[in-house]
């Protein structure tokens, strides 16, 4: 059959005039024998739209054609040097003066990646909230971050998790639906190949300290370690079978390893950041637009109109002049490096063009466990950390979390037995003056081999300036002291 009859009997068959026509003017009868069949199944004319005709022409090989035989490349218009995956719309304005400086005047192709829409935040400017108010987040950060030059952005859609009296990652894996999220950043990393993957300290710490912050970089740094697997959602590296023709499930991606990881964090004191990582200086002129990084990054904060702790303080910048909200450096503490570099070498250092093979990590390894831990994020990280090669971060810095003065407030404790037999467990907790326990001291009974949460809660005191205080709590089985948990708590005065 011609291009002609093919396209009548495909677009314009809606009648039995319609099938007369196109044997008078063709001499081919619209029949089945007469329609393509794909995958040996027949291809109905009358399920086939007319804004199909032209796919189907493309898709029948035409007599005489030679076949394709290579493979087209990964489709450049999505490359980035580095890739960005943040939390919430406006989490990237605390690297914005960095961005800034990487897109306009090192000329990096930086892509960004939110794991939520910020549906839970505030809104300064109207009523709308929940998913009104993400639709809003999502306008907002497109246009901040096009102010810098950055224009591939991606929101995931998971949850913006409330923000609970104790900020706990693995409530946030939960809100999000951890493998759904996981496979979409492992997409986004094959989709732009980046060298660097720039993400938020998988760590509690005092500051806003958001379990959604958190989390994001947990899942960024296990997409970091799968996105070069090619057995890990294999769907999206596998060749579709038409890439010419509709309806293809499989991708077609290619496994990336990425290079390089790095985080930076909300916490209100970096002095633990200190020479983990590089510093960028954000009062600095930027060569190519005659300003300092600080202005850029404060024009960036200024389109967040509807959060608080980003438009206000952008817009209060530009109208005064006064920069010191975005003067203070950027930061960064290396995760790790597949190409070796210092620590506190530029983001960029020591990376290659193209491909770098799969690096394994070495996963979760089981390990002896004192007889009383930090629960909840604390345990958890004390397993995530080494299972994916970031035995650093475990020296990073000592537990901690940050309390107002008076707060009433839980601590998820776990008591481990290793032995064979069944064990009765002392708890006991030692206070600075003015604190309140409500509950965790007393006896408890854990199985042999087995763990058993404790939920302490603590009252802490009034402070009439803030400060840090050490909590802990000591376990003792069979009269002996068995180990210790101690929490650095940062108490905030009025």
């Not at 500051?207 to 989390?215: I, L, R, S, T």
């Not at 999206?236 to 023709?245: H, I, N, W």
């Not at 960036?300 to 920069?323: V, Y």
């Amino acid at each position: 059959m011609n291009a002609a009859a093919l396209t009548t009997c495909h677009g314009d068959l809606r009648s039995e005039a319609a099938a007369d026509r196109a044997v008078n003017e063709t001499g081919t009868a619209c029949t089945a024998s007469a329609v393509p069949r794909r995958f040996g199944l027949l291809l109905r004319p009358w399920r086939v739209p007319r804004f199909a005709a032209w796919g189907l022409l493309l898709a029948v090989p035409l007599a005489g054609a030679q076949p394709a035989t290579s493979s087209p490349p990964p489709d450049e218009r999505f490359k980035a040097d580095a890739l960005v995956i943040a939390a919430h719309p406006d989490d990237e304005t605390l690297i914005a003066g960095y961005l800034a400086r990487a897109v306009l005047d090192e000329h990096r192709r930086i892509a960004v990646v939110f794991t939520t829409r910020g549906n839970a935040g505030q809104n300064l400017v109207g009523y709308e909230q929940g998913a009104s108010l993400a639709e809003i987040r999502e306008t907002e950060a497109r246009a901040a971050l096009a102010t810098i030059g950055i224009r591939n952005v991606w929101f995931l859609r998971a949850p913006d998790t409330p923000a609970p009296e104790v900020h706990d990652v693995l409530r946030s894996l939960g809100a999000w639906n951890h493998g759904n999220v996981l496979g979409e950043l492992v997409r986004f990393m094959r989709l732009t190949r980046p060298a660097v993957v720039i993400t938020m300290l998988p760590d509690v710490v005092v500051g806003e300290n958001h379990e959604d912050h958190q989390a994001a970089g947990v899942v960024a740094t296990e997409a970091f370690d799968l996105a070069g697997d090619p057995t890990g959602f294999a769907e999206q590296v596998a060749t579709p079978e038409d890439r010419l023709f509709y309806g293809n499930l499989m991708e077609g991606l290619r496994p990336w390893q990425p290079q390089k990881l790095y985080f930076f964090t909300d916490a209100s004191h970096l002095d633990f950041v200190k020479g983990k990582g590089p510093e960028y200086a954000t009062t600095a002129v930027s060569p190519s637009q005659q300003m300092v990084y600080a202005r850029l990054a404060a024009r960036e904060a200024s389109f967040h109109r509807t959060q608080g702790d980003a438009g206000p303080p952008g817009d209060h910048a530009l109208a005064t002049g006064d920069m010191s909200a975005f003067e203070p450096p950027v930061r960064f503490v290396l995760g790790k490096s597949l190409v070796g570099g210092a620590p506190t070498g530029d983001v960029f250092e020591g990376t290659v063009a193209g491909p770098l093979a799969y690096a394994a990590v070495r996963g979760y390894q089981p390990s002896a466990k004192p007889a009383i831990e930090l629960g909840g994020p604390w345990a958890f990280y004390a397993d995530f950390w080494p299972a994916h090669n970031l035995d650093q971060m475990s020296q990073l810095l000592a537990p901690e979390l940050g309390v107002g003065g008076g707060q009433n407030f839980s601590v998820p404790l776990l008591l481990h037995n290793g032995t064979d037999q069944l064990q009765t467990v002392t708890v006991r907790v030692q206070l600075p003056p003015g604190w309140t326990e409500v509950r965790g001291s007393g006896t408890y009974v854990v199985a042999p081999h087995e763990s058993a949460p404790v939920q302490a809660r603590l009252i802490a005191p009034h402070v009439a300036r803030s400060e840090w205080q050490l909590v802990t709590w000591t376990a003792e089985a069979g009269g002996q002291p068995a180990s210790t948990a101690t929490l650095k708590v940062h108490v905030g005065a009025p």
